[in-house]
């Protein structure tokens, strides 16, 4: 954990608004004066948006799962590198839309390589940084589906069929039922926007105090 700075992460299956939450708590934690810095996984760096394109376009349907697990991992090498570690270190709050413990649910969970060796390769790119604050927005797979069409957008894994994304809310549940650490927070986000910003508010006050 970094000496200073605050890094909070947004877990959950598609649909679960993340997007929605993380302006939201970045709009109230400005007005309250706190410097932001706002990314997502993967992304957030020039170098991570490219692998961004490749690990999630449509058209990668193919993609070895090996390769998948390895291009997560560079993207967030990069962005922790550029952008996280720094922001940490000058005192800021970083808020990110899916980091670490993605990697642990979608490939070692779901598709089988083990927590151990995806938590050995999350150690390497984060440099042993953990989130100070992990929300789960937890959804249904029905509803966070079709939230998702809804909204017109879809990548690679949006494609994956109903049952893996039942495997995705069952391990990110698991996971947030083991945390030894106290970092997780799960909030249901079936309930309305306004409702769900409130306890998020509720939970990172916490934090700042």
Do not use: C
């Amino acid at each position: 954990m970094a000496d200073k700075g605050l890094l909070i992460t947004f877990e959950g299956g598609e649909g679960g608004g993340k997007t929605t939450q993380i302006v939201r708590l970045r709009d109230k934690l400005t007005k309250a004066g706190h410097d932001v810095v706002v990314l997502r996984e993967p992304g957030g760096t020039v170098i991570s948006e490219q692998i961004r394109e490749v690990v999630l376009s449509a058209k990668n349907a193919g993609i070895a799962y090996t390769t998948e697990v390895l291009l997560f991992q560079a993207a967030r090498a990069q962005i922790y590198r550029e952008i996280v570690l720094p922001s940490l270190k000058a005192g800021k709050i970083v808020l990110i839309d899916r980091s670490r413990d993605s990697s642990v649910v979608y490939q070692g969970m779901v598709r089988g390589f083990g927590k151990d060796l995806i938590e050995q390769l999350n150690e390497i790119s984060t440099k042993n940084t953990y989130p100070d604050l992990t929300i789960l927005l937890d959804i249904s797979v029905e509803e966070g589906l079709q939230r998702r069409a809804d909204s017109g957008t879809s990548n690679r894994l949006d494609m994956e069929d109903t049952d893996f994304h039942q495997k995705v809310r069952d391990a990110y549940l698991q996971l947030a039922k083991e945390d030894s650490a106290h970092r997780w927070v799960v909030i249901d986000a079936n309930k309305s926007i306004d409702e769900v910003d409130e306890e998020i508010w509720t939970k990172v006050s916490v934090k700042l105090n």
